[in-house]
């Protein structure tokens, strides 16, 4: 059976860079506060009329480059975002029309800070069973549109960022390379504490003046009951990647784990007891970018951390739902 190789990965991010100090003025925080807590130094927000698309076709035009493709060469999307431009249809397809590509299957994935892995499970059974065998996978958002810019939602609006990161994906029957595994899990006991509840299709309408005036159009997180579960479930997940795999951290060249909080990585470090040069964070600069989170992070800790073709790459990530994954991958 083929696996899954990674060829390229491309980035985008908004030029508009928000800095701390950007923030202590819209809103009672401080630069030493979020950087403490989080470890974000500063993140990139769109500007008015630039939305998720638009950054998911700047880094997937960017990924088609360094591989050597022509949009052309694409025969499948998976677009991994829950910040869609519009209600509806899906940016998959916004994406799909923007490449020129009709025809083509676009579909979205809606699974938060897991979505990109969530996406790649997808993408990768497509190039296992011959479905496809070049398959561009995107994750992409925009958070910053969505956030309480006030007091009142100041521990959301200092972690998020937006973003875009697209692979280009192509199938291998070389044994030493490729995807190995994708872990998939989801617990809907916990829906609430990382949730947007308006709009939504249970109102009627969808979204109402009360609802924008109460705050019910921002995004909810229980803050402290995420990390908890976060600094469990990724090092879980990645250890039960690896014992499928037959495999040991100390195997591992490069983790990734989704930026979530400087402080949730360093745990998850901390928790599969690996050094500094097996682990790569970028939350500094970009903050927390959802489902974008990991191709941005795992495109600059290819060159950060040396990785080869054959190394042990790993990729993990929690959010919303809760959702939480990981992916073994021979680069
Ligand atoms: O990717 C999606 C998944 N999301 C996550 O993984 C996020 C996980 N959670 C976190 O990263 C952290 O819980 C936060 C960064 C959101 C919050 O950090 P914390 O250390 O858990 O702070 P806290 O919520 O316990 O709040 C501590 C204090 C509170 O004040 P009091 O009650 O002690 O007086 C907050 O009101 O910090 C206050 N606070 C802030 N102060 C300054 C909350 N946000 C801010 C802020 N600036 N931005």
Redesign the pocket.
């Known amino acids: 059976m083929p696996r899954a190789a990674f060829v390229s990965i491309g980035t985008a991010v908004p030029e508009r860079v928000v800095t701390n100090a950007d923030?202590v003025a819209r809103?009672?925080?401080?630069d030493e506060?979020?950087q403490q807590?989080?470890g974000v130094q500063e993140r990139h927000w769109v500007v008015e009329g630039e939305g998720v698309a638009d950054l998911a076709e700047r880094a997937a035009r960017r990924a088609l480059e360094k591989a050597g493709w022509q949009p052309s060469d694409v025969e499948a999307i998976v677009f991994a975002t829950i910040q869609s431009d519009h209600v509806f249809p899906g940016d998959g397809c916004y994406l799909q029309g923007r490449l020129g590509l009709p025809g083509i299957p676009a579909i979205d994935i809606r699974n938060?800070?897991s979505g990109f892995l969530y996406g790649l499970s997808v993408a990768s059974a497509w190039i296992q069973t011959g479905q496809y065998r070049r398959v561009l996978l995107v994750g992409a958002e925009v958070q910053s549109t969505g956030l309480d810019v006030s007091t009142r939602g100041?521990?959301?609006?200092?972690?998020f960022g937006d973003g875009a990161g697209a692979a280009c994906l192509e199938a291998t029957d070389d044994p030493g390379r490729g995807v190995l595994n994708v872990q998939l899990h989801a617990d809907g006991r916990f829906t609430r504490e990382?949730s947007g509840d308006a709009p939504g299709a249970v109102y009627h309408p969808r979204v109402s003046v009360k609802q924008i005036e109460d705050g019910s159009i921002y995004p909810h997180?229980e803050?402290?009951k995420?990390?908890k579960h976060?600094i469990v479930r990724m090092p879980e997940v990645v250890r039960e990647a690896l014992a499928k795999a037959g495999l040991q951290t100390g195997d591992i060249k490069l983790l990734v784990p989704?930026q979530?909080?400087l402080?949730?990585a360093e745990a998850v470090q901390r928790s599969l007891e690996l050094r500094d040069d097996q682990v790569f964070n970028n939350i500094q600069k970009y903050g927390?970018t959802?489902a974008a989170?990991i191709p941005l992070c795992l495109e600059e800790g290819l060159t950060a951390r040396g990785v080869r073709r054959g190394d042990l790459v790993a990729l993990c990530s929690?959010?919303?739902g809760f959702t939480w994954a990981s992916a073994l991958i021979r680069w």
């Open positions: 923030l809103m009672d925080t401080s506060w979020i807590r989080t938060a800070c100041r521990d959301i609006a200092v972690i990382l997180m803050g402290q995420v990390f976060a989704h979530a909080n402080r949730i927390n959802t989170s929690f959010g919303a």
